[in-house]
C-alpha cells in the first residue's frame, strides 16, 4: 500500500505533501521523540500528536513515510515550513491514535 | 573517496535548528553513496547528540570525519557536564525540564539509542567545562 490509498481509505486531510507515491511498510505510534526515533521502521506511519518541528526532524532522519496528527493535533507553523523544505508527508485525522492504528491494521 | 570532514555549529536553545545538523549529515552521506542502513544509524545518533546539546548544553560543535570504512563524528560542548555518565546512559533517566518534556523530549532514550547504534561511542565530560561525545560508525 501507498501513501495515496491510504489517504483515500481513511479518508484524511493532506496538510503538507505532493507525492505520496511512498510505500508504507507498517505503523508506529508514540510522542515521546527519542522513542521513536529509535523504534520506528522506514516506512512506517507515525501517529502522534507532536506538530511542533522537532516531529519534522524526527520523520526526516527516522524515513518514516509520513506523520498522521490524529485528534487533529495541530501543526506549528514552523513545523510546516521544515516539513516541506524535506518533502515530508503530514496528514491528519479526528481519530485518536488507537482508532487509527485500529483501521490501519484493517488494511496492512 | 578522499577523506571528508564536514563541520556544523549547533545555536544554544534553538529548537526551530534542532536536527538541522544532523539532517545536513544525513544528506551528504546519502550523496556519498553510502548504505541507507548506515546513513540511518549515524543520522539518529548524531541527531540525539545534537538535541542534547541544545537541550542540556548551551549548543556546540559537530566535526564529522568520513572515509569509505568509518564514519567518526565528534560533538563537543560548553555545557554543565554529565554529573554521572553511569545514570544518564540508563534507559528512561533524564533531567530534561518540563518546557522541553512538552515538545516531546525527556523520554531518557537519547544516550542508549546513540549507544545501540554506534560501534563506539565515548563521553568526555567534566562538571562545569563541557561534555564531548565521540561516535563511531564502521561501513561493512
Ligand atoms: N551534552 C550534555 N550535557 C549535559 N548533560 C547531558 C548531555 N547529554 C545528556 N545529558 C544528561 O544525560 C541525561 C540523559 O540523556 P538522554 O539523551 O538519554 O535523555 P534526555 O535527553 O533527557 O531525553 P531524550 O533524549 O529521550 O529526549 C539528560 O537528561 C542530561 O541530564
Ligand atoms: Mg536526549
Known amino acids: 500500500m501507498d501513501v495515496k490509498e491510504l489517504i483515500e481509505k481513511l479518508d484524511l486531510k493532506v496538510l503538507c505533501g505532493e507525492d505520496f507515491s511512498k510505500n508504507i511498510n507498517g505503523c508506529y505510534c508514540g510522542d515521546l521523540l527519542s522513542w521513536v526515533m529509535s523504534r520506528a521502521q522506514e516506512g ?8 511542533n518541528i522537532n516531529s519534522i526532524g524526527v520523520a526526516v532522519l527516522a524515513d518514516v513515510a509520513c506523520i498522521v496528527l490524529t485528534e487533529n493535533a495541530a501543526l ?3 513545523a510546516l515550513n521544515r516539513a516541506k523544505q524535506n518533502d515530508v508527508i503530514i496528514l491528519q485525522t479526528e481519530k485518536n491514535s488507537y482508532q487509527m492504528a485500529a483501521a490501519i491494521s484493517q488494511l496492512i | 573517496m578522499e577523506e571528508v570532514k564536514l563541520h556544523y555549529d549547533v545555536n544554544a536553545y534553538d529548537f ?3 536536527g538541522e545538523a544532523s539532517g545536513k549529515l544525513k544528506r551528504s552521506l546519502k550523496d556519498l553513496g553510502f548504505d541507507a542502513s548506515l546513513v540511518r544509524r549515524v543520522a539518529i545518533a548524531v541527531y540525539e547528540a545534537e538535541i542534547n ?8 560543535v559537530i566535526d564529522s ?7 567518526t563524528v565528534v560533538l563537543a560542548d560548553k555545557g554543565p557536564g554529565i554529573p554521572d555518565v ?3 546512559m540508563q534507559e528512561g533517566y533524564s533531567t530534561a525540564p518540563e518546557n522541553v518534556r512538552s515538545l516531546g523530549f525527556g523520554a531518557g532514550m537519547g544516550l542508549p539509542n546513540i549507544k545501540k547504534y ?7 565530560t567534566e562538571i562545569g567545562v563541557g561534555t564531548t561525545i565521540t561516535l563511531k560508525i564502521y561501513n561493512r
Open chain 2, 118 to 124: 554506534t560501534d563506539e561511542m565515548t563521553i568526555d
Open chain 2, 65 to 71: 570525519t568520513i572515509t569509505p570504512e568509518c564514519i
Open chain 2, 53 to 60: 546539546m541544545v537541550i542540556h548544553a548551551e549548543g556546540g
Open chain 2, 16 to 18: 526551530t535548528c534542532a
Open chain 2, 86 to 88: 553511569e545514570l544518564a
Open chain 1, 44 to 51: 512506517d506511519i507515525w501517529l502522534t500528536v507532536m506538530g
Open chain 1, 76 to 78: 506549528d507553523a514552523d
